[in-house]
């Protein structure tokens, strides 16, 4: 069936450097799409999110990209910090009820000093 | 403003066994959602609630999964009876509205462990 998945399962990144956390989806009908922070022993948290009808969309030290073309979405954390550490989880909206939406499977995203 | 409430935090439970978990959403959220998160994965919707209609519930397995929001408000989501694979993290969040791009707020989880 169709899916939201991710390439990479743990990302290690350097304190002050960029993150970049992919995200491919197979879905063609899918419209809307969101970023989610999950730390340990929490409930998922709302990073970002972006409609098809758009590329880029900013948020505070938060980029999301979307290329419609090859089906891939894509999380830029600037300056990550060690409070950045979490699992990142892409999902889309199904398409046939609003905020039903399909979960990836997460990247573990871990800060190091 | 109160998040998602839901309680309990922690319940281990035998096969068999019956167990029930409770969600206080947002407080004039219409929109309520169970998910299930089994470790390692993303979330999975198990039942979508607007005020206390069923909005959705395909994926809900209703031979042991039922849930219900009375007067629009509360949610109660009862497994009877649990299998081991029911382990897992059930998390309830909240929405304002219907609608494409109204922003989820989640709960902190009630972890239950199937023995």
């Known amino acids: 069936g169709e899916s939201v998945g991710l390439h990479l399962p743990t990302l290690s990144v350097q304190e002050g450097d960029n993150s970049i956390i992919n995200c491919a989806y197979s879905n063609s009908a899918s419209d809307y799409f969101i970023w989610y922070k999950q730390e340990s022993g929490k409930g998922p948290q709302f990073i970002i999110d972006?409609?098809?009808?758009?590329d880029k969309r900013q948020g505070q030290r938060v980029t999301v990209l979307l290329n419609k073309t090859v089906k891939h979405l894509s999380l830029q954390i600037a300056a990550t910090q060690p409070g950045d550490s979490a699992v990142y989880f892409c999902?889309?909206?199904?398409?046939?009820?609003?905020?039903?939406?399909?979960f990836g499977a997460g990247t573990q995203v871990v800060v190091t000093p | 403003e109160a998040g998602v409430a839901q309680s309990p935090r922690y319940k281990i439970i035998e096969k068999r066994q019956s167990v029930a978990f409770w969600c206080n959403p947002i407080s004039g959220h219409a929109t309520l959602y169970w998910y299930q998160q089994i470790l390692g994965q993303g979330p999975k919707l198990l039942i979508q609630f607007q005020n206390n209609g069923v909005v959705d519930d395909s994926q809900l397995p209703k031979d042991r999964f039922s849930a219900e929001r009375l007067k629009g408000v509360d949610s109660t989501l009862k497994i009877q009876p649990a299998k081991l694979e029911d382990s897992a993290v059930y998390l309830c969040a909240s929405s304002l509205v219907y609608s494409l791009n109204t922003e989820a707020f989640f709960g902190q989880g009630t972890r239950l462990t199937v023995v």
């Open positions: 972006i409609r098809s009808n758009m």
């Open positions: 999902a889309e909206n199904m398409g046939d009820s609003w905020g039903k939406l399909q």
